[in-house]
């Protein structure tokens, strides 16, 4: 299935190969008895699941955007409202969704553009092997050197000088683009390691870390 996947796309059948992978994603979920796609160590409802992730907390969607954020920033009109609407911008996208977009990340690259990108090792859906496939796949002139560029584990330690904490995620970066391995999360980096997740944030916007 997977490799039909890949000659759909070759076609630019881009709907189609979505309609595929969707049914590689449905078989996975019945061969495994439900493992979690966005966290292969958890099963289906034990730490990811949309009750888990999103549960009725000011940690929301509307307790986020329509309350804190909107405080915060005070230029947010009062008549909008934020809504979660995850599934109809999925169906929206049918048509691009699986539309290799290596062209567009080579663009913001040679521009000059800060490029990060970060992976869950334990995510089914974007798995480490895929997304460090299609890096590979840049023309970017800075490729080779960033590829020979060795690992950086992070451990973000409080002292330099004493340094007992596991490593976290490794980064390997060059010029203007960054890689982040984040260590024990799956596709929701920030639910499933937060404080690594602001960790890098920081870092991708080079901001003091608190």
């Known amino acids: 299935m997977a490799a039909i996947v890949k000659e759909q796309i070759a076609a630019r059948q881009f709907t189609t190969a979505k309609m595929t992978w969707t049914n590689l994603v449905d078989l996975i979920d019945q061969q495994s008895d439900g493992v979690d796609m966005l966290n292969f160590l958890l099963d289906k409802g034990e730490g990811s699941s949309t009750s888990q992730v999103f549960p009725s ?15 915060k920033l005070k230029v947010i009109p009062k008549n909008i409202i934020w809504q979660g609407v995850a599934i109809q911008v999925f169906e929206a996208m049918n048509a691009t969704y699986m539309k290799p977009a290596i062209d567009e990340v080579d663009q913001l690259l040679a521009y ?20 460090e496939a299609w890096v590979k796949k840049l023309k970017w002139a800075g490729l080779k050197s960033f590829l020979s560029t060795p690992r950086q584990a992070l451990r973000y330690c409080d002292s330099p000088a004493r340094c007992l904490n596991p490593v976290k995620a490794y980064a390997r970066s060059y010029q203007n683009l ?33």
């Open 57 to 71: 907390t000011p940690n929301t969607i509307d307790g986020l955007m329509n309350g804190v954020i909107k405080e």
């Open 178 to 210: 960054n890689f982040y391995w984040i260590l024990g999360a799956g596709h929701r980096v920030p639910v499933d390691k937060p404080d690594v997740a602001v960790r890098m944030i920081s870092s991708i916007v080079q901001s003091p870390d608190s």
């Open 112 to 131: 000059g553009v800060n490029v990060s990108v970060y992976n869950g090792q334990f995510d089914v859906i974007c798995s480490t092997i895929g997304v």
